[in-house]
């Protein structure tokens, strides 16, 4: 019973948003599904926090179920629609509250329906009250809540905390040298703001831990303020409510675990090799959709005509897609091969179908006997029914080639394959067999990018530094090939700092085989054309933050997590004793890296609890970058 | 978790009417808000669309009512063996059917009405796809109500097969009338108990058909023939085992055509609603193409125009040459 309780409270962070988001929707009430109700309908106006928080997890069919007729920008230009309710889903800041009570005076709609995304203030409240009085419109606003869903979630167990404002929040942000104490408040507010709504969402007050001397440190003991705070107003707690459900009843409290990003500087620089990762390094992979830019075969144009275009398509990656579902942590030589045995089930499938279509057209002229036509019936019952899922099918295949095919043409340009085998080496520190300086300077492996993050890593895990003669060699290499050193200069104090403070993180044993790839090319026979591309098999490695988290879940002693604090919300004394209470290993954990996260790090973390029954993990960052965005930050931090 | 501070939002609205009269701010409403409101609102269009829209969402909802209402007695069948509650004639049966039909009829027709209106005034394009989606909605609404109507009365026209095809059943001669009661108790139990599944009533059926034959062969006794022979009782009960035979292979076909029928409804359905869509885009297909012949028309016109003016032009220029040329030689004699 409890067990069953305890498996319910892990529901994914995806679903529950979801849920609040179309209670939301159903003006507040819970939703009932009604097949012969009538139809209610309304417009919905959100701003650009509310669009990224509604675009992952709602498609504008299911807005359409609910009954939205209309969803609309809160800063664009409406026309008044009467006699509409109006759902409004935005953040309580300045502007928006202004626009809002533009609107009340201008009596666009018929009844309002506020809902803030975080809690609003008391005066802010007042502005609203105020116009609503001057506008008359006082019992045209209907409901305000709050509904506490400051954070994006991109899949089941991965959220991210904003998009739109990532500037303020990005690593550069809190590891600039020229911070002042109040921006640094400042960002420290928004992300507690997003992680309590978080909680809040969740329904469990967690325990934190997090390391010393950080912001993860700043954050933690913010957090822990604030729901120490909630939890003491009893009147007005969030965590008590009846409809939190299963996770007020189980046993075990999450563990939350707050990193930062400095841990661990080369993960992000990696070069990855699993299909999700290596989607959003290679493509432009956003909030779950990939924009691709697909250019047309090259034909003769006839004289006169006008250039050809390159089309733009744009393909939303959801977890309705059983094939990315399946497949995102795969590496990509699987990828490829399971894409063409769905292709080719598909293609049995519609020959089934086809044929069918011929066998109904000879038996036709026959006599017909019952049997026979029986037989038929059925047969095109189930042809007819399963048509639909054929046309979807065959959607997600042409989806996932074109975007197979495209990060493969990345991969053979670039030669990812080969720095991915090589910062593998480096980062296990096993045996190189080429060197670093014959890789920088072979001109056609690479863009200038590629060959920096290679380097960087090979800095940041080195255990002594290169000699100055060796750094200058690379140098020169570096800037033969076109890179920007700022970088460099950024990662040299950041590393000079990480040895005062701590031993650098060690990456764990791995060792990436290749195997055969004639062989492999030959059984396949795919359009993939994998030749020239080694096929790589993963090994299972452990990176740092994974480790820390094995460490603390399971409660095992390791000099890095010894010493990490303790915060207990719920605890009544609010000291910080680095002495956990609890014994036990946790069941279900959080991870929260503050400064920035990628799907690398998230895929292991993946991997690691699949190993492990009946835990769970999610995994979360305060932004989303992928190698380019983070060798921006880091030489504008390098320039300073 | 949602928290709900529509409370507090009150609690403002009053702090800061308050506030307002100790300043002395005018406000534009204060002890006449409510009036001003009242009179505010009254002015303004009610919104001819949403209103007719709400009044056809009304009426579907009438219909469902009342479908819903006499589902029950629709179903159940046959008012001779029930009390007489939830008696419903066929007369009264067919009248609903009628009723129904009708009243869709006028639904739809409304919202086409709807529909071809509601683009007339309005030049807002927010407005246009505004109203578009609300009439989607209503139509589905419509949709799902008529599926309950079909849904009632495709059992009601099963059954009626059913009973047609069973009274037609020829019975043998002697045993005549052990068939008519027979036949009338198969056609009694299944009737009545086949509400959704004709193909759980087998036992039923089954059962009483064993049981009526004992009966009657107890009645055929007590009719006072003690001159009956065991041989005669034996063939009797052998006509009487093969008929059972037969009835049940009669009715395993009956089932097996019911379920085809089913099947090939549900297919039709499917079918139908395909076709439809494809009308649609076939439409829009058509319409395409015209388009695209009258453009291909016209941009023959332009190229024979484009080539008459090229020929016309290069005569001109060949005209002028000549000229030239021409006078050219002539200075040429005048001057020498």
Not at chain 1, 242 to 262: E, I, K, W, Y
Not at chain 1, 498 to 518: F, H, Q
Not at chain 2, 241 to 265: A, C, H, P, T, Y
Not at chain 2, 291 to 312: L, V
């Amino acid at each position: 019973m409890v067990g069953v309780k305890m498996a319910a409270a892990a529901a994914s962070i995806r679903e529950r948003q979801t849920v609040a988001l179309k209670r939301m929707l159903n003006f507040n009430v819970p939703h009932v599904k009604n097949s012969t109700g009538e139809p209610v309908w309304k417009v919905l106006i959100y701003d650009r926090f509310g669009q990224d928080i509604i675009s992952p997890l709602l498609s504008v069919k299911e807005l359409r179920d609910v009954g939205i007729t209309l969803h609309l920008l809160l800063h664009s230009d409406r026309d008044p629609i009467p006699d509409v309710p109006a759902v409004y889903f935005v953040m309580p800041t300045e502007e928006n509250i202004d626009r809002m009570c533009q609107d009340l005076r201008n009596q666009l709609y018929e009844s309002y329906y506020l809902n803030f995304i975080s809690a609003i203030s008391r005066s802010k409240l007042e502005d609203i009250a105020n116009a609503a009085l001057a506008a008359s419109a006082v019992t045209q606003v209907a409901k305000v809540f709050d509904q506490y869903l400051n954070f994006i979630t991109l899949e089941d167990d991965m959220f991210v905390l904003c998009n739109q404002n990532k500037e303020l929040v990005s690593y550069r942000a809190i590891n600039r040298p020229d911070i002042t104490d109040t921006e640094m408040e400042t960002v420290m507010d928004t992300i507690v703001d997003s992680l309590f709504c978080f909680f809040v969402t969740l329904g469990a007050v967690p325990i934190i831990r997090c390391s010393r001397g950080t912001a993860a440190e700043m954050v933690a003991v913010k957090l822990d303020k604030k729901l120490r705070e909630n939890l003491r107003d009893a009147r007005n707690s969030l965590f008590t409510g009846d409809t939190l459900g299963a996770g007020q009843f189980s046993f075990q409290r999450p563990l939350l675990v707050l990193v930062d990003r400095n841990i661990d500087l080369a993960t992000p620089l990696h070069h990855t090799w699993t299909y999700q990762a290596l989607v959003h390094d290679v493509l432009d992979f956003h909030l779950n959709r990939v924009n691709l830019e697909e250019s047309s075969g090259v034909e003769n144009s006839p004289a006169g005509a006008r250039p050809k275009r390159k089309n733009k398509k744009s393909y939303d990656l959801t977890p309705v897609d059983k094939f990315w579902q399946k497949h995102k942590g795969s590496p990509f030589p699987e990828v490829a091969e399971s894409v063409q045995q769905e292709l080719e089930s598909y293609r049995a499938q519609e020959d089934e179908v086809k044929r069918l279509k011929s066998i109904m057209g000879l038996e036709g002229e026959d006599e017909g006997a019952i049997s026979m036509l029986s037989d038929n019936t059925a047969k095109l019952t189930s042809a007819v029914s399963s048509l639909p899922e054929l046309l979807e099918k065959k959607r997600l295949i042409d989806l996932h080639t074109n975007v197979a095919t495209a990060v493969l043409e990345h991969i053979k340009a670039r030669k990812l394959d080969v720095y991915f085998e090589y910062e593998e080496k480096i980062m296990s520190k096993t045996t190189l067999d080429k060197s670093l300086l014959d890789i920088i300077s072979d001109p056609d492996a690479g863009t200038p990018e590629d060959k920096m993050r290679l380097f960087l890593i090979y800095y940041i895990s080195t255990q002594q530094a290169p000699s100055e003669a060796d750094l200058e060699q690379y140098k020169k290499a570096l800037t033969d090939a076109g890179c920007n050193l700022n970088p460099l200069q950024y990662i040299k104090q950041w590393k000079a700092f990480a040895k005062m403070a701590s031993a650098p993180a060690s990456y764990g044993n791995t060792t990436a085989k290749s195997m055969g790839l004639l062989s492999r090319v030959m059984n396949t026979g795919s359009q993939f054309v994998m030749e020239g591309v080694k096929n790589l098999v993963l090994k299972q490695q452990n990176l740092p933050v994974t480790r820390i988290l094995d460490n603390l879940m399971e409660m095992k002693s390791n000099p890095e997590t010894d010493d990490y604090r303790y915060f207990d919300p719920k605890m009544l004394r609010g000291n910080d004793s680095s002495v956990p209470r609890n014994k036990n290993p946790f069941q279900e954990a959080i991870v929260f890296v503050v400064g920035g996260g990628n799907y690398i790090e998230y895929q292991n973390l993946v991997d690691y609890i699949k190993g492990k029954q009946g835990k769970h993990i999610l995994y979360g960052c305060s932004e989303l970058f992928n190698a380019t965005q983070f060798i921006k930050q880091l030489s504008q931090l390098g320039q300073k | 978790m949602a928290v709900d501070i529509t409370l507090l939002f009150r609690a403002s609205v009053k702090t800061v009417k308050t506030r307002n009269k100790a300043l002395g701010v005018a406000v534009g409403g204060g002890a006449d808000g409510s009036r001003d409101e009242l009179f505010r609102r009254s002015p303004r269009p009610r919104g001819d669309f949403s209103g007719r829209a709400r009044e056809v969402v009304s009426h579907i909802g009438k219909l469902r009512d009342f479908l819903l209402e006499h589902r029950k007695d629709y179903i159940n069948a046959y008012s001779h063996i029930m009390s007489e509650y939830g008696r419903m004639t066929d007369t009264e049966r067919d009248q609903i059917d009628q009723d129904a039909q009708i009243f869709m009829r006028t639904c739809s027709e409304a919202i086409q009405q709807l529909r071809a209106e509601a683009h007339k005034e309005i030049h807002s394009q927010q407005v246009k796809e505004h109203r578009s989606a609300v009439l989607d909605f209503i139509e589905d609404y419509l949709k799902r109500v008529c599926k309950l109507y079909s849904e009632q009365r495709a059992i009601r026209v099963k059954r009626v097969v059913d009973k047609k095809r069973l009274s037609k059943l020829e019975p043998e001669p002697n045993t005549k009338t052990r068939e008519s009661i027979s036949s009338e108790t198969v056609s009694q139990n299944p009737s009545k108990e086949s509400e959704e599944k004709p193909v759980t009533e087998e036992y039923p059926v089954e059962k009483i058909l064993p049981d009526t034959q004992p009966e009657l062969g107890t009645w055929g006794d007590s009719r006072g023939e003690e001159e009956l022979s065991p041989e005669e009782i034996q063939t009797f009960e052998q006509e009487n085992q093969r008929l059972i035979g037969q009835m049940n292979s009669l009715f395993d076909e009956v089932r097996q055509i019911e379920g085809k029928v089913v099947e090939i409804s549900r297919l039709q359905e499917i079918f139908t609603e395909k076709v439809l869509q494809q009308e649609a885009e076939i439409d829009n297909i058509h319409q395409l193409v015209v388009g695209a012949t009258e453009n291909i028309k016209e941009g023959n016109e332009d190229i024979r125009e484009a080539i008459k003016n090229n020929a016309g032009f290069r005569v001109w220029i060949l005209f002028f040459l000549v000229m030239c040329s021409f006078s050219l030689l002539f200075l040429d004699w005048y001057d020498s």
